[in-house]
């Protein structure tokens, strides 16, 4: 079965320094993978993904993220966190069957600092 | 260019009553997703509707049925609604038919059941 998971609810980071969101992901055939950004009381904002060719993918806002297939993640990253960063991440797997789901892993709320 | 808009923006019923979401995608979009995004659930996959079809729809009962007009736009009903229909109910749409483009989400609607 497609699974994604995010295995921290939480995450805190002082500003100014660099930021990792982890995900993982379980998918049969080749992953396509998303992440997405909710600010309060807002829909989804689209950051960036990966379909097929470099590792590392850039996104919107200064963010990035590392596709690794051996370890099955696909974490964000930026190099110098905002405060105004401060929201909750969603990883998202499109599923390969055939049905075209897309499977969202719980989110990530992500804290910085000042 | 103009996103996805969604209607109401909230919207407060009793159990029993019958609520009705709308959709509209962005301008040469044809597919459209509906998500519940329940407090501590994450998203969880509604419905997906392309071409005016239902092409998949997830582990929710029969009372969540929706449709889809000929301009693309999207209607999302819960009947019999329950306490635990409360949550934000999000759209979102995509230019192909479940294929890896992006998905581009609503602002999303507060559904409320007392």
């Known amino acids: 079965a497609q699974s994604v998971a995010q295995p921290e609810d939480q995450v805190n980071v002082a500003e100014g320094n660099p930021l990792t969101v982890k995900c993982t992901y379980s998918?049969?055939?080749?992953?396509?993978l998303f992440w997405y950004v909710q600010y309060p009381n807002r829909g989804l904002q689209f950051l960036l993904k990966?379909?097929?060719?470099?590792?590392l993918v850039k996104g919107s806002y200064g963010f990035e993220a590392e596709f690794n297939k051996s370890q099955t993640s696909f974490h964000l990253k930026k190099p110098s966190a905002l405060v105004s960063d401060s929201a909750l991440y969603f990883c998202?797997?499109?599923?390969?069957?055939?049905?075209?789901?897309?499977?969202f892993g719980t989110g990530t709320r992500l804290k910085v600092l000042a | 260019e103009a996103g996805v808009t969604q209607s109401p923006t909230h919207l407060i019923k009793t159990r029993g009553q019958q609520a009705t979401l709308r959709c509209s995608p962005i301008?040469?979009?044809?597919?459209v997703y509906w998500y519940q995004q329940a407090l501590g659930l994450g998203l969880q996959f509604l419905l997906w509707?392309?071409?005016?079809?239902?092409?998949n729809r997830g582990n929710f009962p029969p009372r969540f049925s929706g449709r889809q007009f000929p301009n693309y736009s999207s209607e999302l009903n819960v009947n019999a609604l329950e306490l635990e229909d409360s949550a934000l109910y999000l759209c979102?749409?995509?230019?192909?038919?479940?294929?890896?483009?992006?998905?581009?989400f609503g602002p999303g609607t507060r559904l409320t059941v007392l």
């Open positions: 509707y392309d071409e005016g079809e239902e092409r």
């Open positions: 979102a749409s995509s230019s192909d038919r479940g294929g890896i483009d992006t998905q581009y």
């Open positions: 998918v049969s055939g080749n992953p396509y």
């Open positions: 990966y379909i097929t060719g470099d590792n």
């Open positions: 998202a797997v499109r599923d390969a069957s055939g049905t075209y789901k897309y499977i």
């Open positions: 301008s040469g979009h044809t597919s």
